[in-house]
């Protein structure tokens, strides 16, 4: 379980990068609107390193089946601890998850309560909301408050202009991947995510959705 630490650490790269590549540049101009928002998201793509988006690409292998009673989900083989046995699994059982069951392709499905995927998941919203905290506070952006709905897929930002940098502008891809993830381990994996973004007096200045993305 503690491997979603790793998840969390992709995502911190990513946004690392992403403020490093982006800091310092211009701010493009508003009527560019969507095509601006699309090839910053791609440069944004390329500028976060491979290890990073094997991290990622590997969080989409994550299963999650809710039963009536229980919840199982499945880890892959990439997030599973080198050196775990089904014996460790077995002792480590109790608070955080009823059972385990190391796969013979080395995944690990574990099977919790409800109340213990709930606290999973508040957890997890938690260190989500931190993550967004520090976007408000970094100097990277000009972001001053970002709110959501209750299964992060609808973000509303608020910015300093009325206009998006390019920092604000290729935050939208970390949105989209905020939601997905939140969505995996939920088990409601979300169709899209929307991000709106608003000028200090609530005018809407931009909105991305991610089934737009590659198009």
Known sequence: MNK????????????????????????????????????????????????????????????????????????PADFVPEGTTQESIDREAGETYISGKLNEDGSVTYKMTKKQHKTMLDAMAQSLDESLQEMVDSEDYTI??????????????????NELGLGDSVTVIGFYIFGGMYGIFTGREPENVVVNFYSPNGDLINTANSKDMGN
Do not use: Y
């Open 144 to 161: 001053t408050e970002i709110t959501h709905n209750k299964d992060f897929t609808q973000f509303d930002v608020k910015v300093e202009g």
């Open 4 to 75: 979603l630490l790793r998840v969390f650490l992709a995502l911190m790269i990513c946004f690392s990068l992403i403020g490093c590549s982006s800091s310092g540049e211009k701010k493009p101009d508003s009527s560019e609107g969507n095509t601006t928002e699309t090839a910053t998201a791609e440069k944004a793509e390329e500028d976060v390193d491979d290890e990073a988006w094997d991290e990622l690409e590997a969080l989409g292998k994550v299963e999650t089946e809710n039963g009536i009673l229980t919840v199982s989900i499945t880890f």
